[in-house]
């Protein structure tokens, strides 16, 4: 049985790697390797006080972190919204990510990287002297590439909940923040029915996301996902999908879209960077399922990590 997913697309899953063990994991703490069951932060920090944090969801695979540069691009957007300047280069960020994975012997794994603000008790308002603090946590993943086995368990069960996408006039869509409370209040609604994924809506109920994924579905065999003018995430992946797409000769719709235009789709998936692409079986109960499109952008994207970093052409 494969890996269950956890709520940002990691896994439990530790056959990837030489150091499945929890209790012998390590973490990048404030410049430091340390073991993960020490692993700490003060509770003045910001980013546990307020979510004041920047942060990037990243896979590595064959040793290497997927699209680096595109996520330290939206890290850094992220960073300049906050108005939060931490000073650290790309490559200083990059390079605690490397030690990480060195230290714990994966070449392919989960990573979330972490900036907060420091300390700063006493204060809603953030002094413009950062002293930042950086965290890098990393899990096992299978291979990716071509033969890989997927983090998912099977195709998911997508459920639109009640709880809406903030707007983009409120907390900007493009910033990774520790402020999960949206997403994590869309997924609390799938209690009930078991949902794997929320789906969910703009302010004037139009489709916008997932609580941890971009979506996309096709109908008349053209690819549709929802435009990035509205409150969705411009995730890396999600971009990849595009582009694959287009390099295929896939018509492409990015466009506002309702529920019922996601629950007439002929077939859908959903994109980050752990589940590259999930297929769709279920919304809300009514049955899509993969296809002939979603099959082929898979490959397609397990032939282009193949050919990133796995050294075949």
């Known amino acids: 049985m494969r890996g269950q997913p956890s709520d940002d697309g990691s896994t439990s899953r530790s056959d990837s ?46 040793g290497d972190v997927f699209h680096w540069d595109a996520h330290a691009d939206r890290l850094a957007e992220t960073c300049d919204i906050l108005g939060m300047d ?31 603000r420091g300390s700063q008790p006493g204060r809603l308002t953030p002094a413009a002297d950062v002293s930042p603090r950086v965290v890098v946590i990393v899990e096992p993943l299978p291979r990716g590439g071509r033969g890989s086995v ?21 907390i900007p869509a493009r910033a990774k923040t520790h402020n999960y409370l949206n997403g994590i209040l869309a997924r609390t609604e799938l209690r009930v029915t078991g949902a794997d ?7 004037d109920g139009y489709v916008t996301e997932g609580a941890t994924s971009n979506l ?24 990849v999908v595009l582009d694959l797409a287009q390099n295929e000769g896939i018509p492409i719709r990015e466009r506002r879209y309702t529920p019922d235009d996601v629950r007439d789709a002929n077939e859908a998936f959903l994109t980050n960077s752990t589940w590259e692409l999930r297929p769709v079986e279920t919304v809300d109960g009514i049955a899509i ?19 990133r970093h796995y050294g075949e052409h």
């Open 17 to 62: 790697g030489s150091n499945g063990d929890d209790s012998a994991r390590v973490y990048h703490v404030d410049g430091d390797l340390v073991p993960a069951d020490e692993a700490s932060i003060p509770v003045t920090d910001r980013g546990f006080l307020y979510g004041d944090a920047a942060f990037e969801t990243l896979r590595a695979y064959g």
């Open 86 to 116: 931490h000073g650290l280069s790309d490559d200083d960020l990059v390079g605690r990510i490397d030690e990480t994975l060195a230290a714990n012997d994966f070449v392919d794994a989960y990573v979330r990287l972490s900036i907060t």
């Open 150 to 170: 997927s983090v998912w368990d099977g195709p998911a069960a997508v459920q639109t909940v009640k709880t809406r996408r903030i707007s983009d006039r409120a």
């Open 197 to 203: 994924e929320a789906l969910m809506l703009d302010s």
């Open 216 to 239: 996309f579905f096709v109908d008349d065999d053209a690819l549709c996902t929802p435009s990035l003018d509205g409150p969705v995430l411009p995730g890396i992946t999600r971009r």
């Open 289 to 307: 399922g993969d296809g002939p499109v979603t099959k082929l952008l898979a490959r397609l994207y397990d032939d282009y990590v193949e050919r």
